[in-house]
């Protein structure tokens, strides 16, 4: 959800929405996991991809550390038993350039099979060794050719330092009590490709073989790997311990896992059920101190292991399983390696189910069995994410409930409907396309239905067993097929890799139009690709075609639970669009899609639309289930948005809000309010369109209350939050009190530098609300901000001038600003501070009308300024110019064009872009504004239109809301 958070950030400028919600930055790290194997990893290993010639089948390893927690230092012995897959007279592995080996030798244990008959095995012998340290390459070059089949076991010893810089490889750390003593602990990180630096072996994610460990040391502590201890032999009251664990099944060599710490446990009170004849053991551990936080973890692991157990109809094939709260533990990202997971401290006490269910996921699918490349990850971790929020939804429903999928897939929607998806973000496609994979595996479960969707799952995985312990991303869709094929539920000529295909290697959704023949009582269907923006002439049309589950409900028969598909619109449909026959009679409503079960919004008729909002203000509403409702109001008010639909009847279907009470409703509705809100801010409009939208959030803010309860549910608060956020925004003045009580602490700080005592989100409501002296405060703290100070991080003084910048309704205090960081050349603004406060000021009609002002009044200075710099100045033309939205704006615009025209320089085509957009902009005003005056005007209750009729007599721009009244 990180990136949709980001998304939807980017979507609310300034990100002055903080601290939203609590959940939302518990489940933030939810994206980041260990299977996912990066780029650097894959197009290393494409280049340096071991050759063919040999494959391990079973490892022993020794790791000797009786004096690493002195020396840093370790020793290795590995054998492995490697048989011949190819002729070859070679035996290539991968050893980390800190290894140092000091013995290698190499005895056959089998024949090729040719050659069986021939009696002895021979003797082999090693002409030479030789390193190649780019592909960190150890080759050992034999006197003989050996045939196809045949098997050698290679002895090697060696020895090596631990990491201690990093936690890599095989590495050393340590943590504090709360008394101060130190605790070093060893423990291992070997995703990637970091195997090799703590043993040579074949360090590639196919190549899986079987590990026999044994760990020698010489302390009280204790040692955790992927399976069971079976021996420990102590000698001399621990001086030489040596403990012996049993053989792992197959796995990749990163897949090992090894700690040795003075960690503790805690057991749950309830057990796994037996699976498989096994009864699976669970440990939690964690440091002394902090195992206190984990007391509920145990039971929610079993909770958890329970439930994929029978989901699965498997064990996750070991006999125990240890999750460990690692100190320090400074990866991004969980290590959920088979038996032995590690997860960051905070991540692991959360109460959540989400995570825990997804790491334990891994377990199942990643490391019982595993993404062959790294083009098969993504899916991995789709159906992972799929199947987690599944199991949250059984488990904690409260967890997910408003989240998912509508989070996800609102953003999804938002960014596709972009004339170019993703350009102002880069790097979070890749995020996309296996959200996008995870919303293809809902699809699927709601129409082939969960027992289905369950079966071909449980087929997978236990082939998947069989076969190579490896799968590739089209193996999950080829199961998923041939069950639907069983049961003849896919129209012929449709497969479930094709229909995924269509939905997942595109950055597009499409939107279906369902349009009612009321007369002879036919539905036409038809889709295209869905645009919110009027694409500019140049881009070329998109004709993308998708084969779409079409999902019926009619008024005369709700039944939400029947998600199968009444038909379905394909792709290769000639002509493109489908005529069925109408599932109802005609004074009744259809819904297309309903539960978002398919990734597309649904445009109807508007006959079809004002059945459906009148029924949505009826008593009956409830009828529909809440994600149902919250998807007419999305795709109503974004296909107004989009012009696809009259604003009129959009807003029609707003009305019911007056009395909607779920949040998973309410939800979305702060982002559209936004969306269209930043089109008309700045016009008389707004004011009747931020009344209308008090009069909308009152019952619900009313029925909250100002104040959390004790124990009540999360989403409460958070809602609250969002209310609060927006009332705030708007001037509502029991929240800017507060704030600036707050922001009071900080003013009368004897050291302000020290450290800011104010929570991230009362500064916006102070810099818009306050005064010019608090305003300034703020602005002296990001001059003043200590430039090496460990308790004070950068993003603080970001955020700061982040909120400075795009927080004010005043133009003084962003001339002032302009004036500092651009005219007096503060040297504490650094060009990106200055780039940054630009992109601010587009927030809001104030900002860019004013950067505007600014660039017009100071245009030679600021020039001059800026002649060396070409992305400022740039920049500054791009932001003060392009936010205009109306035909006065253009004129503006364009008169300053004239008055400059050969001087703009490189930012002559920003500005002649600006004002193609501008003249876009104020197209879909000229088309919309009237539309939606007339609409609020007619819905605006008398008081509401003569307070705004009075606030705009006495210039006051803001009209705060009341809560009382
Ligand atoms: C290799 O195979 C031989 C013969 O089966 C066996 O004795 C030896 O223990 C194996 N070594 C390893 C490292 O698995
Ligand atoms: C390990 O560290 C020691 C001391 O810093 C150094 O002399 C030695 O070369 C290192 N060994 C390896 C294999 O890098
Ligand atoms: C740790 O040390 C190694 C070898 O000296 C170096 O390659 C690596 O970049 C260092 N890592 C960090 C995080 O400093
Ligand atoms: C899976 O599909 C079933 C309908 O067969 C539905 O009830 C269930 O909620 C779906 N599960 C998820 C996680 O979407």
Known sequence: ?????????????????????????????????????????????????????????????????????????????????????????????????????????????????????????????????????PKSWYIIHLEQMLKNGSACEVDIKYSGNLTTNETTGLYKSAYMDSEGRKHPFIATYLQLDNARKMFPCMDEPPYKATFKLRVFYSNDLRVRTNTRQISLIQV??????????????????????????????????????????????????????????????????VEVVNYLQNYFNSSLGLSKL???????????????????????????????????????????????????????????????????????????????????????L?????????????????????????????????MFNYTLGHELFQRSVRKFFHQQLKEGRTFFANDIFTYLNDVANETNNLPPGLTINGIAASWINRDRVPLVTVIRDYETGKINLSQKVYLRDIPPQSTAKVSYQWDIPIVMQAESNLNFHNAKPTVWLKKDNEPKN?????????????????????????????????????????????????LTRAKLLHDAWNLAYAGELCFGIAMNVTLFLKQEKSHVVWEPVFTMIHHVG??????????????????????????????????????????????????????????????????????????????NPVANKFLCPVFKWGTNEEWEFGLQRVINFPKTSLARKQNERTYLLKTLAGCPKDANKIERL???????????????????????????????????????????????????????????????????????????????????????ESADSIIKKALRIIKQETKWNEENVPVIDMWLTENLSKEDLEAIANSTSTLSTTAAPTTTD
């Open 578 to 626: 489908l005529t069925i026959s109408d599932i109802t009679s005609k004074d009744n409503f259809i819904i297309v899609n309903p539960e978002e079960i398919g990734m597309f919004p649904v445009n109807y008729d508007s006959c079809n639309w004002k059945m459906l909002s009148l029924y949505l203000q009826g008593p009956n509403r409830e009828r529909i289930p809440p």
């Open 322 to 408: 240890d999750v460990m709260a690692i100190p320090m533990y400074s990866n991004s990202k969980a290590s959920d390696n088979w038996g032995l997971m590690f997860f960051k401290e905070s991540e692991l006490s959360s109460p959540l189910v989400w995570t825990t269910a997804y790491e334990l996921l891994y377990q199942w699918i990643g490391q019982s069995v595993t993404p062959y490349r790294r083009n098969d990850a993504p899916v991995n971790k789709a159906l992972n994410s799929f199947l987690a929020s599944m199991a949250t939804i059984d488990l904690n429903p409260d967890e997910m409930e408003g989240k998912w999928p509508m989070t996800v």
């Open 1 to 133: 959800m990180m990136w949709a958070t980001l998304l939807t950030g980017l979507v609310l400028l300034s990100a002055i929405l903080p601290g939203l919600s609590q959940s939302d930055n518990d489940i933030k790290g939810r994206w980041k996991r260990s299977i996912d194997l990066n780029d650097v990893y894959y197009s290393k290993m494409r280049r340096y991809r071991l050759p063919n010639e040999v494959t391990p089948t079973s490892y022993h390893l020794d790791i000797n550390l009786r004096s690493s927690f002195e020396s840093d230092q370790f020793n290795g012995h590995v054998k492995i038993n490697l048989t011949w897959s190819d002729t070859s007279d070679r035996i290539t592995l991968n050893v980390h350039e800190n290894l140092e080996i000091s013995h290698v030798s190499i005895r056959m244990i089998r024949l090729a099979p040719d050659e069986a008959g021939k009696g002895a095995l021979m003797d082999v012998n090693i002409a030479r060794t030789e390193y190649q340290r």
């Open 678 to 755: 930043r089109r008309i801010e700045g016009l008389d409009v707004y004011l009747k369109f931020e009344a209308y939208i008090r009069s909308l959030l009152k019952p619900l803010y009313l029925e909250l209350g100002e104040n959390p309860q004790p124990n009540e549910p999360s989403w409460k608060t958070h809602m609250r939050g969002l209310m609060k956020n927006f009332l705030c925004r708007a001037g509502y003045e029991p929240c800017v009190k507060e704030a600036r009580d707050q922001y009071k602490k900080w003013l009368t700080d004897e050291e302000p530098d020290k450290g």
């Open 818 to 904: 302009l004036q500092v960081a651009v005219i007096n050349q503060n040297e504490n603004f650094t060009d990106a501070d200055i780039h940054l406060i630009f992109s601010m000021l587009t927030g809001s009609a104030t900002g860019y009308k004013t950067l505007f002002n600014f660039l017009h009044e100071h245009w030679y200075a600021v020039k001059e300024r800026f002649e060396n710099k070409t992305y400022l100045w740039d920049g500054i033309v791009n932001f003060a110019t392009s936010s205009f939205n109306t035909q006065e704006g253009y004129d503006k615009v364009n008169r300053f064009y004239m008055d400059h025209q050969n001087e703009f």
């Open 236 to 301: 001399n009251e621990g001086a030489r311990n040596q403990a012996t664990f049993e053989e792992t099944p197959r796995i990749s060599t990163n897949q090992l896992a090894l700690v040795i710490s003075d960690l503790q446990h805690i057991e749950p009170v309830i057990e796994v059920n037996e699976m498989d004849g096994r009864k699976l053991e669970v440990k939690v551990w964690g440091r002394k101190d902090f195992i206190e936080s984990l007391v509920d973890v145990p039971d929610k692991v």
């Open 410 to 442: 609102y953003s999804l929607y938002y960014e596709f409907a972009q004339t170019a998806p993703f350009s102002r973000v880069a790097g979070i496609r890749h995020e996309a396309t296996w959200t996008k994979a995870e919303l293809v595996f809902r």
